[in-house]
């Protein structure tokens, strides 16, 4: 399905065997991955965002800071251990997508 719509948009001249080849199996397992995380991830910050208070935002923009300020000084570090929860179970995740032995 992927070979035949590049090829009708003009992108490929022939089919490619995506898992065939070293040079593009590892990409395409690296795509699979990152596609089969996003899920758990957004909930993750989802949860994060929903428990900030809103209140702080809303004494942030009395005292007139911007959007980008407010996501930079309000947002991002009430954030982190949320991010970091997340970076630290996609890490697992990815150490336990791969073989130890290679069988």
Known sequence: MVNLTLQQLGLLRGPIVWLAEAGTAFP?????????SI????TI??????????????????????????????????????LNLAIVLNVIYVFNAF????C
């Open 45 to 82: 910050f989802l949860g994060g965002l929903s428990s900030l208070p809103g209140e702080i935002y809303e004494a942030a923009s009395i005292d007139g800071a911007s959007r980008r300020q407010q996501f930079l000084r309000l947002t991002l570090p009430l954030m982190r251990p949320y």
């Open 28 to 36: 395409l397992a690296m795509g699979i991955g990152v596609l089969v």
């Open 39 to 42: 899920p758990f991830t957004t």
């Open 99 to 102: 073989s130890v032995c290679g």
